[in-house]
């Protein structure tokens, strides 16, 4: 069983930067592949990253490519979102997924991958 814990959300203006950070509980971090989804208003819950559990394999939607970077510190159990040239249309409450896997390099892109949710964390970036 793992619980996922988001923070770090809040308030930027459009261009701005912002890292959001999933910290986890339980044992055996390093199995998880990590991932983070997003939900803007009045939309589906959509893909934005994923690491694999070693941390060596990372994966992007295309509307964050270049621009975000997933990463994780398995000595601190916790996976980081890092945001920056931010836009209005990245405004949404972010969360974080988690899934065992033993796989370290493999990467998961849909929700039904994921066993683990966060509460999220809301982003608003303000034009």
């Known amino acids: 069983q793992v619980q996922l814990v988001e923070s770090g959300g809040g308030l930027v203006q459009a261009g701005g930067s912002l890292r959001v950070a999933c910290a986890a509980s339980?044992?055996?971090?390093?199995?998880?592949?990590m991932g983070w989804f997003r939900q803007g208003p009045g939309k589906e819950r959509d893909f934005v990253a994923s690491i694999s559990a070693s941390g060596g394999s990372t994966a992007y939607a295309d509307a964050v490519t270049g621009r975000f970077t997933i990463s994780r510190d398995n000595a601190k159990n916790t996976v980081y979102l890092q945001m920056n040239i931010l836009n209005p249309e990245d405004t949404a409450v972010y969360y974080c997924?988690?899934?065992?896997?033993?796989?370290?390099?493999?990467?998961?892109?849909?929700?039904?991958?994921?066993?683990?949710w966060g509460q999220g964390t809301q982003v608003t970036v303000s034009s």
């Open positions: 339980g044992r055996s971090f390093s199995n998880y592949v």
């Open positions: 997924a988690a899934r065992r896997d033993l796989f370290l390099r493999r990467t998961y892109a849909r929700e039904s991958e994921y066993d683990y």
